[in-house]
């Protein structure tokens, strides 16, 4: 997979709702238990048990949004002794819990710093210029869009899987397609892994293919949300999603002014005009 740093194709305005957007992430994923710390090691058994209770009142579950099942007992957060040793405890949910809402709330989880700085690596490089041909608003309401789209999409598609399904994945996906339909002639630096990290400038309709070709294919194979499981069929949906809604603005989106072929080394360094 190659892995995006920076796109050549400006902006005409400050992309507030991207940055803010990766803000509130983040700040989401400093107050997920035992999340802040998981880059220094493994996490105890009260951390674990504290963890799986959030992600069981704030993530998103197919079982819950298709069959509208809520269960009669989730984790409680403590920690209890039994004859198998320490466990997690379980019991009857202290609250009310929305399915419909827990899709919305799903999209500012993550499961480690990796799941949460790739999805906001990119955001900020593909966001910012779909951000500015949409407007603030109309880009806020097309990203909670498909977000719904991708969680609702993988919840038909797994409609009796009770494992939650967190990430933004699927809105940034949508933002992904959108990218591709309005700006298919940007180009895009990379890094290939070849032996090292070797730096290129490709076009977006050849980073963007590339990266849904590789969500169809895996989520042919592998479609579960879950601890160590990607939601590759949410990628898909929202990806669709992003690309059906930005269709009708295709026609008034000017391509970026780039150069032809594929450069690498000194003749791929950006040229600037005036």
């Avoid at 803010?20 to 997920?32: E, G, M, P, Q």
């Avoid at 949409?134 to 609702?152: D, E, K, N, P, Q």
Wanted: proline letters at 8%; one cysteine or more; charged letters at 10%.
């Amino acid at each position: 997979m190659v892995i995006p740093v920076h796109d050549v194709n400006p902006v005409r305005r400050t992309p507030w709702v991207t940055y803010a957007l990766i803000a509130a992430n983040v700040l989401v994923f400093l107050s997920t238990p035992g999340m802040a710390g998981s880059v220094a090691g493994g996490s105890d058994l009260s951390q674990l048990c504290h963890l799986q209770a959030f992600l069981d009142h704030y993530a998103a579950v197919p079982r819950e949004l298709i069959h509208h099942q809520m269960p009669q007992l989730v984790p409680t957060g403590a920690v209890q002794a039994g004859p198998g040793g320490a466990s997690c405890a379980a019991g009857p949910p202290s609250y009310d819990k929305s399915a419909p809402l827990s899709v919305f709330t799903a999209m500012f989880l993550h499961g480690s710093w990796i799941h949460l700085l790739g999805n906001m690596l990119f955001l900020m490089i593909f966001g910012n210029n779909v951000e500015d041909r949409m407007g603030h608003i109309r880009y806020t309401l097309f990203y909670v869009v498909c977000g719904y789209a991708a969680g609702y999409g993988f919840a038909l598609l797994n409609a009796d899987s009770a494992d939650p399904l967190i990430g933004a994945s699927g809105a940034i996906a949508g933002v992904l397609g959108a990218y591709l339909v309005l700006y298919t002639k940007a180009r895009v630096w990379v890094l290939v892994p070849f032996l090292f990290f070797l730096p290129l400038r490709l076009p977006a309709w050849l980073v963007l293919g590339f990266w849904f070709v590789l969500q169809a294919f895996y989520s042919a194979g592998e479609g579960v949300s879950g601890a160590g499981t990607v939601a590759y069929a949410a990628h898909v949906v929202g990806f669709l999603a992003g690309m059906l809604l930005a269709w009708p603005l295709k026609a008034g989106t000017p391509p970026p002014p780039e150069p032809r072929g594929l450069l690498f080394g000194r003749r791929a360094r950006p040229r600037h005009t005036w």
